[in-house]
């Protein structure tokens, strides 16, 4: 299997941590199939973690290099920052989607409505004419019949 150099590094540095007994990470990819995994962006990445975080954690524990503390701080707060910023494009994603599928589904209803629309027949179309046209000379702005406690 070819092997790139952050995948070396990252093999070379746990078995340095395996050796000397010290906590160390080791990220395993599933589900990816043996022929992707030579150019998979996912396998390249992982590495590059788990070779980071060991060769950090071996410079403060082995060599007691207090700026692998500070490197490690540093790394967990920008994974933080792009951890809120990843969620909130997604919810913006989501909400998107969302007013989409809910705009789609008005109208497929309205449509579904105006075929299922049972047509008026003319008797009908042309009585209402009538007495709009009634009340219209009678100057009443409202044809429809009254309540009893509503005044004209």
């Keep these: 299997m070819f092997k790139d150099s952050s995948e070396e590094f990252a093999d070379d540095v746990r078995k340095m941590m395996i050796h000397f007994n010290l906590p160390y990470i080791e990220i395993t990819v599933h589900n990816e199939s043996e022929a992707d995994k030579p150019t998979s962006p996912l396998t390249h990445i992982s590495h590059k973690i788990e070779a ?12 007691g290099m207090e700026e692998g503390s500070f490197m490690l701080n540093h790394f967990e707060n920008q994974i933080e920052d792009l951890m809120t910023f990843s969620s909130y494009l997604r919810m913006k994603h989501e909400k998107d989607k969302l007013e989409k599928v809910t705009r789609d589904k008005l109208k497929e209803l309205l ?3 105006k075929h299922n629309e049972v047509p008026l027949p003319s008797v009908f179309s042309e009585a ?4 709009l046209a009634k009340h219209k000379k009678r100057g009443n702005k409202n044809p429809l019949p009254r309540k009893d406690n509503e005044t004209e």
């Design 111 to 113: 449509e579904e409505r």
């Design 128 to 131: 209402l004419d009538e007495i």
């Design 52 to 63: 980071l975080v060991n060769a950090l954690l071996g410079d403060v524990m082995f060599a």
